[in-house]
């Protein structure tokens, strides 16, 4: 019996380990969004084509992906050959220029292309503390029903595709 | 050597008074009182960007943003309610450095008073084993 209870640290110490192992290697950056399956939320923006206040009006219908980039953020140029691939597949995203000016974004798209159906300004990054942004790039997929359906934080490419397409309803 | 120590103070004094004269430059508050409640949200809203740093202590664009958010709150006169609420509708709990009490939070509240429980509990059945054998020794 009481060698028994000698043995209690060693149980201890394997259920301990246990436990920390199956942490290993998960991704600590990982942050679930608090928006998913809540309506995308009210917003004022300007487009950078124009100079009126728009709200959801201009948003296409059905679903779509909102993608937060900017032209100071490097991983925003990687993933925009892809964005564009998409685009031409039919793929509706909205483009938030975030945190940034609209000269530079103009002759972003002019350069590189605009896989956009629209893009609005949020050049106070307002809007992507409304949609618990962090930094860019960001994607969201929004459902036909308006809802935020999933968040991808950083660059979108064949892969992460094929993990929002699930969310595209 | 007095030398050294005299520079080494002196760096450790800018250290400390340099960014809250920056912070005091930079935001008005209507009173004392609104400045300490700025002062207790950033220190208790976690930045969601980073691991394990306040919005207070975090440089990072988006702990700025939040910072200048909370200020624009307190300054309004919204609750400190009101503004955590904010930040967990759009961050969820993660922001939160003092978790609200709920079944899924009930072991990271109590576990170390449970823990210290069971550990009172073996040491008074320790000793009273021991005292047991002392008698009949």
């Known amino acids: 019996m009481r060698k028994a209870l000698l043995f209690i640290p060693f149980g201890v110490f394997v259920v301990l380990g246990v436990l920390f192992y199956m942490q290993l290697g998960k991704d600590v950056h990982y942050m679930p969004s608090a928006l998913v399956g809540k309506p995308l939320p009210e917003f004022q923006l300007v487009p950078l084509e124009s100079s009126e206040l728009v709200g959801h009006e201009s948003l296409p219908k059905g679903p779509y992906l909102i993608n937060f980039w900017a032209t100071w953020c490097p991983s925003c140029s990687i993933e925009h050959e892809y964005l564009m691939a998409l685009a031409a597949e039919g793929v509706p995203i909205v483009g938030i220029d975030y945190k940034d000016e609209a000269d530079a974004a103009k002759q972003w798209l002019l350069d590189k292309g605009d896989p956009y159906a629209v893009v609005l300004q949020d050049e106070m990054g307002y809007f992507g503390v409304d949609m618990g942004v962090t930094g860019a790039p960001e994607t969201f997929v929004v459902d036909s029903q308006g809802r935020v359906a999933y968040r991808h934080q950083g660059v979108v490419n064949e892969a992460v595709w094929q993990t929002l397409q699930g969310y595209m309803r | ?137």
């Open chain 2, 1 to 137: 050597m007095i030398w050294l120590r005299i520079i080494l103070l002196t760096c450790l004094g800018l250290g400390v008074s340099l960014p809250a004269l920056a912070a005091e430059e930079l935001l008005h508050f209507d009173n004392p009182a609104q400045e300490q409640r700025f002062q207790v949200l950033v220190e208790e809203l976690r930045c969601p960007k980073c691991q394990n740093q306040n919005l207070s202590d975090s440089n990072s664009t988006i702990a700025t943003d939040l910072r200048d958010q909370v200020y624009r709150m307190v300054v309004r006169g919204d609750s400190n309610e009101q503004i955590v609420n904010y930040m967990v509708a759009r961050y969820g709990e993660f922001v939160l450095y003092k978790p609200t009490q709920k079944p899924s939070t009930f072991l990271l509240w109590y576990g170390p008073f449970i823990l210290l429980g069971i550990g009172a509990v073996i040491f008074v059945v320790v000793i009273s084993l021991n005292k047991r054998k002392k008698g009949k020794a």
